[in-house]
């Protein structure tokens, strides 16, 4: 099969790079490379932001009904074409086949479409003075705005930052992770087909350091959205800063699972705690990777788990019966491997997993990690308080909520927290301290796309989702009139 050739979209058209040059995109199921992507450069940035800025103003101006029909064809025109994505999206990050089908991209779908809907009504606030005069919000597009993603969910969170943004009328420079750029570019071209205005979606795809920093030093981005790992964050808030920025970030996340002693541990229950260290091989910021269980369930709770997690089957990603698909890249793939290698060092008892797997035929190449259960390792250890982002959960006892509490808001992170009890009061007591963006109480993943999202500490500044996206990406500016 030949190699597919993605292309930028810049000003309304697929263009290939200014310099001609491409990055070989692999397949994480084999190992080989299976399409090239634009290695673009500031020049390429520089094309893309003067296309968005010519179309600022009209697209500023176009009536909100009509961006939020724009929209909503998008989103038909991916939903006409599922099965393509969902391979696409498959093939390009090593998911399953069956999560990017039933998850990835009818999120996708949906986050075009909520913003679509939401958009419409939205109204802002006035305040009247009762010495005679009234005060109006208005809330105005901020111009050309850039939205730079990561390749864990590659078209779910490249949507969920273009929509909001196009919605409130911002015109557009995106790029997607150069590791799995393929979906954004297939959405650039139905974006064509969808009727959008020339520049007012460009998508510029290349390396982070290269594209990603030349999108946030430029002087006619008004504000980056972000969503990636901790350490690229804190460059972007150090390039954005002389400029002041807006800037929202979606960063990394050290998130526990707490198991009371009174949780309902039904088997569907189960599979929810063990789905939330595990789907998508770990790789969603918000997989709890400290697994905390009251000590006095621990040993029942652990033999149940366990049994769960050994029956977990790594395989092709495009097998319906594989419940865990290759790690994206081979860098990522060997930054987990030294994770538990040094959870061993550390003097942690794999429990389960902890190796590698090479699976035969054409995918004897693929980079496949055992699902792996460590335990025996303290709070502090470097195992329990770095983001290990792959397929890796360490048990953890605790004796009391205080203990609990003190273990599950002790790392540099705050993304989410999800909490296992029947205890109705502990449920709102406990959700209450944790110092986490998002709680989820016997649930996990349960998402509502009107809700705020993003974290505390070290995961990231400002919130997504909602209202809070929309106001993200507009100016609020206040009108008084007296009269
Ligand atoms: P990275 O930070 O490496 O990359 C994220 C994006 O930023 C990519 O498009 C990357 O491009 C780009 N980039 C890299 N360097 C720069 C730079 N100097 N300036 C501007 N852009 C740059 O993260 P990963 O792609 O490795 O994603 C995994 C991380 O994302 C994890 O830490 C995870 O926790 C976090 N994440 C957070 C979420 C949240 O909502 N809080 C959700 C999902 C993931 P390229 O890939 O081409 O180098």
């Known amino acids: 099969m030949p190699s597919l050739r993605l292309a930028n979209l810049i000003d309304g058209r697929l263009q290939a790079p200014h310099l001609d040059r491409w990055l070989e995109v692999f397949e994480p199921a084999t190992g080989e ?56 999206e498959s093939r390009d990050s090593g998911k399953l086949l069956s999560l990017a089908r039933s998850l990835d991209i009818p999120r ?79 959405l ?86 063990v789905r939330s260290g595990f789907a998508n091989q770990g790789e969603i910021c ?63 008892h794999i429990l389960c997993g902890g190796q590698s797997i090479t699976l035969p035929g054409r995918h004897a190449g693929g980079w496949y990690v055992a699902p792996t259960v460590i335990e025996g390792l303290g709070p502090n250890t470097a195992t329990n308080q770095q983001e290990i982002f792959g397929p890796v959960v360490s048990l953890i006892p605790f004796e009391d909520e205080a203990e609990a509490l003190a273990i599950a808001n002790g790392t540099g992170y705050g993304l989410a927290a999800s909490l296992w009890t029947t205890d109705l009061a502990r449920a709102h007591r406990f959700g209450a301290q944790l110092d986490f963006g998002i709680v989820w109480i016997n649930c996990w993943l349960l998402r509502d796309l009107r809700t705020p999202f993003g974290g505390t500490k070290q995961s990231g500044l400002g919130r997504e989702g909602g209202v809070e996206a929309l106001r993200f990406f507009t100016e609020p500016k206040n009108i008084c009139i007296r009269y």
């Open 286 to 348: 918000l997989c709890g990777s400290r697994l905390l269980v009251q000590r006095t369930i621990y040993d029942n709770f652990r033999a149940r788990y366990l049994e769960r997690v050994r029956a977990l089957r790594v395989g092709d990603p495009l097998d319906a019966s594989s419940d865990l698909g290759a790690l994206v890249s081979q860098p990522h793939f060997d930054k987990v491997m030294g994770c538990i290698a040094q959870a061993r060092d550390e003097g942690g």
């Open 33 to 88: 490379v299976f399409a090239h992507c634009p290695d673009s450069t500031a020049e390429d940035v520089a094309d893309a932001v003067a296309a968005a800025q010519r179309a600022s103003s009209a697209w500023a101006a176009t009536p909100t009904e009509q961006r939020a029909r724009l929209l909503h064809r998008l989103a038909d025109l991916i939903e006409a074409r599922l099965d393509a994505f969902a391979a696409l």
């Open 188 to 273: 650039g071209e139905l974006s064509i087909e969808a009727g959008f205005p020339p520049g007012v979606l460009n998508i510029v795809q290349g390396r982070g350091p290269i594209v990603g920093q030349a999108i946030v030093e430029h002087a006619g981005v008004k504000a980056v959205s972000f969503t990636g790992s901790t350490k690229t964050g804190a460059q972007i808030a150090t390039a954005a800063a002389p400029h002041f920025k807006k800037l929202s970030l979606e960063l990394g996340g050290k998130n526990p699972a707490i198991v009371f002693a009174d949780a309902d541990l039904s088997d569907a229950n189960l599979d929810t705690i």
């Open 108 to 186: 996708a779908v949906s986050n075009l479409r909520y913003f679509a809907a939401a958009v419409v009504p939205w109204s802002s606030e006035s305040h009247a003075m009762e010495l005679g005069a009234i005060n109006y919000t208005l809330r105005q597009p901020l111009g050309v705005v850039g939205c730079i993603s990561p390749w864990n969910l590659p078209l779910y969170l490249f949507t969920w930052k273009i929509a909001p943004a196009l919605a409130a009328g911002n015109t557009v420079v995106a790029k997607p992770s150069e590791i799995t750029p393929c979906t954004a570019a297939l």
